[in-house]
């Protein structure tokens, strides 16, 4: 059974850190792109980064570039979101996926694989 399971969230005030964690299980994902993205209440599921098989190539959303950083452990499996900066707008739900496109790591319905989310709560 494939399983991405994210971790690390939480409330913090704003202008702290998170690191988030997302480790897969059941599948090696060791070529495929990885992704972050978040839903806050209300809103549409919107991207926030995204790293290639190899971790050469990142992407950003612009609302987080200079204060988010993803990163990749292929060797674990895990998929890692380091926020810095964090303002009380980045507060949602963040979900990790994968998918096995080159292109296009922005949509949502390019993602083969999600995780279950984990909160992430930024107070002013």
């Known amino acids: 059974q494939v399983q991405l399971v994210e971790s690390g969230g939480g409330l913090v005030q704003a202008g702290g850190s998170l690191r988030l964690s997302c480790a897969a299980s059941g599948r090696a994902f060791r070529t495929y792109t990885r992704g972050w993205f978040r839903q806050a209440p209300g809103k549409e599921r919107e991207f926030v980064a995204a790293i290639s098989w190899n971790g050469g190539r990142t992407y950003y959303a612009d609302s987080v570039k200079g204060r988010f950083t993803i990163s990749r452990d292929n060797a674990k499996n895990t998929v890692y979101l380091q926020m810095n900066s964090l303002k009380p707008e980045d507060t949602a739900v963040y979900y990790c996926?994968?998918?096995?496109?080159?292109?296009?790591?922005?949509?949502?319905?390019?993602?083969?694989?999600w995780g279950q989310g984990t909160q992430v709560t930024v107070s002013s």
């Open positions: 996926a994968a998918t096995s496109f080159s292109t296009d790591w922005g949509m949502a319905a390019r993602y083969d694989y």
